[in-house]
Nanobody, 114 residues
Framework: VQLLESGGGSVQPGESLRLSCLVS????????MGWYRQVPGNQRQFVAR???????YYIDSVKGRFTISRDNAKNTVTLQMNSLKVEDTAVYYC?????????WGRGTRVTVSS
């Protein structure tokens, strides 16, 4: 399975970005999918997940600001990020939640700075 993340960029605090992840999996619709992020030198951190039935879960620091969604017809999972903060700066990745996870994609970089 290949994972292709896109949509990152450089923004100021308070602005928004929409990340997308294209997943080359024929069984995508039954996968629980997640977004993760990693700051250089730190471990990769779980951010949000969406189940096959579209149940969602977020870490506390992004609740109310980030929204995860999926389009099974397009094999994509999206992360809408609003009210971005400096501490959201990281490289963002998607992957299935279940183990073993797929090989990680290249991610998409998000930089939030004033």
């Amino acid at each position: 399975v290949q994972l292709l993340e896109s949509g990152g960029g450089s923004v100021q605090p308070g602005e928004s970005l929409r990340l997308s992840c294209l997943v080359s999996d024929s069984n995508f619709s039954v996968r629980d999918m997640g977004w993760y992020r990693q700051v250089p030198g730190n471990q990769r951190q779980f951010v949000a997940r969406i189940s096959s039935s579209r149940f969602t879960y977020y870490i506390d620091s992004v609740k109310g600001r980030f929204t995860i969604s999926r389009d099974n017809a397009k094999n994509t999972v999206t992360l809408q990020m609003n009210s971005l903060k400096v501490e959201d700066t990281a490289v963002y990745y998607c992957n299935q939640v279940a183990y073993p996870q797929w090989d990680w994609g290249r991610g998409t970089r998000v930089t939030v700075s004033s």
